[in-house]
Structures are given as C-alpha cells and as structure tokens.
C-alpha cells in the first residue's frame, strides 16, 4: 500500500475486497486486501464503500449466483463515483461470501457507463487470481480505461423490442427509482437504456446495482434488477413489453432508432414527460432531416431546389451520414419503396442508397441476419451492380482493424448476394488466407446444393493452397466435419455433377479432404476408414475408387481400401479399378500378404491377366510371382482341405502372371517357363496346374519334372528316377518330334506373346485374358469357382496312318490297330507306363515308413534332343517347341 494525495481527476483507483486475517484496514474479514490508494485515500474509501460490504450478491439471499455490477454516487453533491464488481466466494469456513473490486475516482469519470463498457474487462479480480493479487496495486489511467469501456459499450447488443419497453417506463416517470424486471446479465439492454437517458431523465443521475443490493439506504440507486421478491418496493417496474400509452411508445421506438451518440444533450436534465418527448423528436427530425427529402420524394411531392440540393455533392454527403445510423429495417423499407416508385432524375440518391445499404450489411449484419438479408435484397433490386458490390466490400476491408470470423462470415454471404465471384475478387483473394480449413470447407458444405457450387469448389480448393503452404499438417477440425459429413461425399458429389468435372478432379477433392484431415503422408488408415459413408452402395464405392487412386503409391493402403470396400459388397468393377493402380510387382506381393484372406484374389488376376507389358514387366512380374511361391501360403492356408480349389486358384494365377493363352490354340507356358516354374518348387495342385498349363511340346517335359522332383521327395536315388524315366523321355520326345514336323508352326507361339503385347493397348474386355473368377472364401464350398481348366486335345497319338476311312470295307478301328508298327505299339506302352508311374509317384506314396536313404552317387544329366526318325525336311520351322531328342550324361 502507498501513502500519497487523494485521487486525481486523470487517475482512477482501485480497491480489492475479500475475505483475509490481514487486512490492510487491520483486523480480520471481510475487508481490503489489495490497492492502488496511498493511507488516507485507503481510509476514506473503505469507509464509503463500507469495507466492501456496501453491496452483496443476490446470491447470499439465496438467489441465483452472477457477476454483478453496481455504480454508486459519494460526497455531498455526488462528485465521487464508484464502479463495483461482485462476485461469488467463499470465507475459511466454506461459507458464502463475496469478492468484489471497485474502481474509485471522479463520478465523472466513473459512473454507470463505465462499469457496463468494462462487463468483459480482463483485469477485474476473481477468487480463483486472488492469491496471486499483490496487496500494492497501480492505478489505471482514466483515458486508456475509458477507451477500453468504449469499445465494450459498442459491441454490447440489445433487442429492440426489449429497449423499446425500458424506455417507454423510463419516460413515463423520469425521475422515479426503477426495477428492471430483467436479467442481471443483461448488460446490453441497461447499457442501451443508461447511454440515451442518464444525465437527461430526472435530476438525480442514473446510478444502478445489477445483481446486488446495498446495505445503506442512503446509497439507494436509481436503477435495481435483481432476482428477490421484496427488491420492488418503493420502485417504478420497467418491463420489456412497455405498457405505457400509445404516444410514449412511439416516443420511445424513435428514441430506440437514434443512436446513443448521436443524441445531443439537454443543457438540464428533463423532468416531465413532455420534455423528454420534445426532446426526442426534435432529435429525430435532426437525424432524419435529408431522409425526409427521400421520403418526399417517394411521395412525388419534392421540389425543383430541394430536388437539385438532394441529388447534389452537399446532400450526398449529409445523406450517407445519415443513413448509417439509420434503422435497416427502415432503410429495407425506404429501398422497396423506391424502387416500386422509382423517381425521375436522382441517380446518385438511388446509387448512394444501394450502396450505403450494402455497406450496412456488411458492418451491422451481426446484428440482426436477416433484417440484413432483406436489405441487401433490396438494394440489388435498386440494380446494385457487381463492380459497386466489389469496390464496397474493397473499402469495407480496408477499414477493418482486425477481422473476425463474422466479419468473414458477412464477407461471404454478401459476395454470393451481390454477384461477386470469389474466385476472381481481389479482396476475396486477401480475405480466404485468414479462414481456418474447416470453415473453408463448411462454406463449400452449405454452398454445395445452392447455385453458389462454384463457390463451394473455390473454397475447397482455397483450404487445400492454403493447407500446401503450411505445415501439411492435418487439423482436428476437419477430421470432425470429415466424420459428420461422411468423407463430404454428398458435397464432392454435388460439385462434381453439377460443374461437370472429371474422374480425375473428383479424385482431387478428396485428395483435398484427406489431406486436410490427416496431412501428409497418411500414415493411420483406421480413422480414414472409419470416416468412409456408411451407405457404401448408395455412392458406388466412389470415395473408396478416389482414395485408392489418393494411395496409389501404398500398396498396404490400398489393399486394406479394397478389403474394405469387398467386404461392404463393392462389384468386382470397383475392386478391379481399385487395385488396377498399383503396379503388377505390388499386386502380387500385397496378395501374398493378405494371408488367410483370398477374398481379392480375383479381382487381382483379373488386372494381372489384362494389363499389357514389356518383356522387362513381364519378367519382373514372373519374378514377383516365382519370390511369392504363386502365393502357396494363402492359397494353401485358405483351402486346406479342397485340392480342387487350389488347382483351379494356382490355374488361375498362371494364367494371369504368364498370360500363356491355350495350348488348344497353341499357346500354354513354354519348356523354359515350366521348367522354372519346377524348379522353384510346390505342391501337388500347383505342379498340376503347371502341366494342365503348359504348351504342347512342354507336357512331358513338365510331368517329367514334377516326377523327378517327386522321386526325391520319397527318397529314392537318382539313378532310379533316372533309370525309370530316361526311355519315356526319349519315346515322348520321338513323339513330339514327329508331331510337329507335321504340322505347321502357329502364328501365336508362345514365346512371341509378350513381345506382342508391349506393343500393343489396353486388350479389349472379350480377348484371351483370363475369366473373372471368384474364389470362394474358407469355408465357402468351391461350387462358385468358375474357371475351366484348358480343354486337352484328343489326338494325343497322331500319325500317317490316320487318315480317311479306306475303301476295303474293314472298320476304322480294326485299320488302325493293324496298321500300328511295332516301334508305335512300344511307344504306347512306355507311354502308358509313364502314365501309371506319374499317378504313383505324384499322388502315391508307401504306407510305411520309407527305407533309410542311401547316400548316391552324384550324377549330373543333361538332356538334349534326341534324333528325330523323320528326314530334315520334315523338321518345322519353330525348332525350339518341337526339339529333336538325344541323351547325354555327365558325371
């Protein structure tokens, strides 16, 4: 506490009372316990304002608790004013008690206007910064307080109706003390009622206490509301619905129209009321003077000079001034009526009108939305132009100190009202980059189904530029609109059909939103997933198509898109379009780790079997393909039990991976495919599915192989295998060799297929690709696999002596039997045997236990072609697929 002279008329003070042990008064209670003031100054204060008791809440009398406010009068002629501030507390008992805070200095200074500007203050003290409060406070410059308080008052709104009733009580007994039947908290209504008639109605001043009482009846204030029956006695009721007689209330509708600053005051106080309704007329005619000319010439009765003075730079001047403090409501009206009378001859009051009109909108819309709507309507009746609208909406910015989200609010809905384009207005440009991302995007929300949709995609778009120039961030504000509106599918989808973009700009926008939600990359696809519409038909699976394509270097990312998207019933269509971004190598690996998940499995050879390549895709592709074993794991782990099912799925994957065609129409898999596919190892239905696959001139050599590799797996030594098969190998090869010596070599060999197709388009949806398959998922019974394994041929046997029926009249069949030469009845034998010992050793096996393995003497073999019986003009052109055969060995 400082010692030093009274206050100072620049100077306001301020005191803190609460409860403490030490108080600087000395004793203990309710007392002060922080302030500005020096000794005496302390001393005589705390007297007046009774060591705060001077006042208490109306909740200690068992009212409802609130901030209550008061302005009290001091001295012999009132020449001291305090502002206070009560607020609930409580003392070291836990009983109810008060703090309050009470600014001190000249009435002038510190009166009811003051305490009602400062409702929102920061600095006001509470019970919760008490301990923190120094017990030497600094004393507040009145100036910077008052601008402060200004400002407060300004914003402080009040409905008309409700001031309308006040004031009407008010000039009926202007010089009663009143009670406001109203809430305490209602600042801005008492503050609409102080600003126009304190200092005007009733000699005394207008001090007040809002959610209080005093506890000294010479302290008694003018104006009471508070919340206890027995607070009216003695008081004149001042209710919202005003009761007064008829000519009052229009006195007080034209006393609510005028603004509290431009009022002039009376040089005394008005006591009657007569006076005050004197007074207020004669203040309206002043306000309204130039638009009483608009209204005569509304009318048609305006003269030639005042005509002249109206249209002019001087009545200009005076009526833009006039008209933003005009009530909307009456200027909306004054616009509809003249537009629907429309004078002759005063262009620049109609353009002045409109103008002003729409700048009214953008400054006092918060006010009341849609007295706002209803005026800017009017002013583009009266043919408010774009260029007006965006040269007012220009110097409205201009003028902004600060904008606020209802000034961007205002900003938009007069944009799309007066025809401006955003995308193109260069305040717009300056005034979206201060918009949060969310509502960017709830603007493009609301404007998506109105005929702004152009609008809406701008916004968008603006959220995502502004979004790419930050952080990259995502923002919890969008991931909340994300989820209520469903991955703003409704809205994507209304700009998209309605400014008929394309596939690829809708992908965009939900790039955008994506984006926006979670940032990039997104590296937690749950919650994206689980943003996804719930009606997944009703769409077509389009945010889930977008997303797939916003992934499309993910490979877990889209395949955990398509998992999803399958299981909520998406056609095979959209799941093939899905996949179909990821590249063949990601295709195959991400199948390899949907482990007991085969559910995809179709819809990726489909694209697999569809997609032309390069012969360095297609080898990359077999390579992915032979590293994942064909996908052994998954085919194997989901149907364990149904060999048919694993042929058909390993079938189906040859196909796709390989795109080998039908060895009906010469294609299948080439000798050197089979022999790697072999070579890298499988189960029975895969090795199966190798031969069922493979070429003409590769089926022995594949069963061959799957023999071999059977014949180890049981143990048996090389010699034996070799032994066993050595003569069937040469005896096919014989075969073969005859075979396709007579027959000449088809145009689609199989090993110019890929050489083909890299030179060749998308294939056509009819071609040879591979049938769309669906496989069934464990435990689905495998009646819905579709795929048919490549027909065999019947002419398994071939040669000369088949040939028309001869003329002897013996049967076909006895011909062809006595026409077989020894040899071909040999090779049919051997030919038979390889049959049974395939049957054996790939789907046999010994009951017991296998004898022990002997270590065997390593043997290399090498088989080559062997020689052909037939002549070497009879050898066909494609030697590679129809070898000559010979045996060699090497040790």
Known sequence: MRTGPLPAPGRVDQIVFAWSDRLLAGGRGLGPVATSLGTDGLRVWNERLAGGDVAVGQWLSGAAECA????????????????LRLVPARDPNGRPSQLVHALVGPASVVNAALVLGLHRWPEWSTPDRLDATPSDLEALDATALWAHAEAGLDEASARRDALVGLLAGVLAAPCDPYLAEISPDDVGLVAGLVRRLDGVAGAAPLTMLLGAQVTRPELRPRLLAVGLPDARNGRTSLTTTGGADPGVARVAELLADLPPTSLTRPRAPLRTTAALADWVEAEHQRATGVLDLVDRAIAGTLDEPERRYLNGPDGQERLRAELRNADMAQLTDRLLRWTKANPPRLSEVARTLRQVAADRYLTDAGEDRDTADRLLQAARRMDLTAAEARRVLANWYSGLPKVTSADQYSAVYFALGAGIDPASDETFARLLPGMKAASLLEWSRVLAPSDHVKAALHFMRAAHRQWSRGDRRGDEGVRALMRETEMFHETIHDIVSRCGLRTEDENDLYRTVLHLAYGDPVTDL???????????????????AALADVFGGDRAHVFQLAAQARRRKAP???????????????????????????GLLEPVCHVLGKRPRTPAEQRATCDAALAGRFLAGLVEGAWPDEPEIRFKAYSFLLQAVYQAGDRADGGGLTRAEVDELVRAGGTGPFLLAVVAHAAQDAVVPALLHAAHRHAADLGLPSEIAESALRGPHRAAEARTARRTSAEPAHAGLPHQRHAQHAHQGQPAEDGPAPTATAFPEPPIPPQHFSFNPPPTRRDHFPSGSEQEEPDDGRHPIVVWITGRTLQEWAIAVLGLGIV?????????????????????T??????TPSVS???????????????????GKTP
Request: no cysteine; aromatic share 4%; hydrophobic share 40%.
């Open 68 to 83: 209550a406010l008061g302005a009290l009068r001091f001295g012999r002629q009132g020449e001291h004013g305090a502002a």
């Open 836 to 856: 049974v010992l395939l049957v054996l050793l790939l789907f046999g096996g010994s009951d017991g236990a296998p004898p022990p393995r002997q270590a065997p």
């Open 858 to 863: 390593t043997v290399t073999v090498t088989v």
């Open 526 to 544: 749950a919650p994206v997933l689980g943003a996804l519409p719930a009606d997944a038909e009703a769409t077509e699976f389009r945010p889930w």
């Open 572 to 598: 095979p269509t959209v799941l093939r379009d899905m996949l179909g971004v990821l590249s063949s190598t990601d295709l195959i690996q991400g199948m390899a780790e949907q482990t007991g998940q085969p």
């Open 869 to 887: 019986p037939t002549t070497s003009a009879e050898t066909p052109s494609g030697g590679d697929r129809s070898p000559q055969p010979t045996t």
